[in-house]
């Protein structure tokens, strides 16, 4: 009996060592979601509608400055439950292993760099991820797919995805493979969205699916197989919650879940 005892008392004192260990890192039970950024004319930089649709879902925002330390990645990472991979620049083709096509924007080899240090760190670590154009972009070149250099030049019949209206105006449709992440999050198998894109997703890297296309076959969503925690939307719905409009704020509430667990 009194072994029993001593073997109860030992097993508690585990589960909750174990149960603190998992949970130092939420704040009040709010999973804290790292937010990738950028740097400037000397700056940390980040626009603030993906740090508040991370609170209006419900996460503690902190922001990733840019480096190439793996250590400082590593430290973060370490203190983080769930990561949003940001939009930003063109990302260097050399990465995928293809030469500059005339119409390549501006690159940043340090943000390349950093970005996928963080996306294969944070992958090997199980976290949830969040891609956002650029973001989603960098998940799939990170896990070993390949980009659209330039839409208009390289895709037949491509529909207009650099929009001329605000962030929060949904310029195109989509189409959303039913049973999918998106299609739980939207609830209906298409919608509309914004676009501030030149560049996509080309070949998909193994271990993703595409969960949406735009009418042109542009890919707009990609989750990985078999594990709901890391998706990429090609569109910004940051643009939406940051101005209270909160269709897409499900993507946000997903990643806010899965990095509660
Ligand atoms: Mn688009």
Same mark, same amino acid.
């Given at each position: 009996m009194k072994n029993i005892l001593i073997i109860v008392m030992a097993l508690a004192i585990v589960t909750l060592a174990v149960s603190t260990l998992f949970a130092q890192k939420k704040s009040n039970g709010k999973p804290i979601i790292g937010i990738s950024s950028y740097s400037e004319n000397g700056k940390v930089q980040l626009n603030l509608p993906y740090v508040k649709s991370v609170r209006a879902a419900g996460g503690i925002a902190l922001v990733i400055p840019v480096t190439c330390d793996e250590e400082q990645i590593e430290a973060v990472l370490d203190h983080i439950d769930g990561l949003v991979m940001t939009g930003g620049d063109d990302v260097d083709p050399q990465i995928f292993g293809e030469q500059p096509h005339p119409r390549l924007g501006a690159v940043g080899p340090e943000r390349d760099r950093f970005d996928i240090m963080l996306i294969q760190k944070a992958l090997k670590k199980g976290l949830p991820i969040m891609g956002i154009c650029r973001g989603e972009q960098l998940l799939n070149v990170a896990m070993g797919g390949t980009m659209i250099q330039d839409i208009p030049s390289q895709v037949q019949g491509a529909i207009k995805? %650099?929009?001329? !209206?605000? %962030?929060?105006?949904?310029s195109h449709a989509i189409k959303i493979e039913k049973g999918s992440l998106a299609y739980k999050c939207f609830g209906s198998d298409s919608t509309s969205v914004n676009s501030f894109h030149h560049q996509a997703v080309a070949k998909l890297a193994p271990g993703l699916k595409v969960t949406a296309v735009a009418? &042109? !076959?542009?890919?707009?969503i990609i989750e990985k197989i078999g594990d709901e925690k890391v998706f990429g939307v090609q569109f910004h719905p940051e643009g939406f919650v940051a101005e209270g &409009?909160? %269709?897409?704020l499900p993507l946000f509430k997903h990643l806010v879940e899965m990095s509660s667990k």
């Open positions: 995805h %650099r929009q001329d !209206g605000p %962030r929060n105006y949904a009418p &042109d !076959g542009v890919i707009e &409009d909160m %269709r897409f």
